[in-house]
């Protein structure tokens, strides 16, 4: 069965951090990418790892946070530095068999696998 749970979510303050895991069971994905959802607006795709660890960003976040993974725990992350009240959202993380890259990685309709999502709000 295969599970995605997201945790660390909160609020902060703008210019502060929150780190977000996301803890997978069930398999051990390809790909995983974190996603998020602001009342009103689309699902945006913020970051994506390959499998041995490369990294795309949208250009939104790229040089403020940070995607990682550790493979012997099925653990998922996300650093946020330097947050912004646009960063307010709630933040999902998802997961594909596929080896993706590039930009299309960070399209939500290639995902099957979701978490329920952990809510992020800065002020």
């Known amino acids: 069965h295969v599970q995605l749970v997201e945790s660390g979510g909160g609020s902060a303050l703008a210019g502060g951090s929150v780190r977000l895991s996301c803890a997978a069971s069930?398999?051990?994905?390809?790909?995983y990418s974190w996603f998020r959802q602001a009342p009103g607006r689309e699902r945006e795709g913020v970051a994506v790892?390959?499998?041995?660890?490369?990294?795309r960003y949208a250009d939104s976040v790229n040089g403020r946070f940070a995607i990682s993974r550790d493979n012997a725990e099925n653990f998922l992350y996300l650093q946020m530095n330097s947050l912004q009240p646009d960063d307010t959202a709630m933040y999902y993380c998802?997961?594909?068999?596929?080896?993706?890259?590039?930009?299309?990685?960070?399209?939500?309709?290639?995902?099957?696998?979701w978490g329920q999502g952990t809510q992020v709000t800065v002020s």
């Open positions: 998802a997961a594909s068999h596929y080896p993706y890259g590039g930009v299309i990685a960070l399209t939500a309709t290639l995902y099957r696998y």
């Open positions: 069930g398999y051990t994905f390809n790909t």
């Open positions: 790892i390959g499998s041995v660890g490369g990294a």
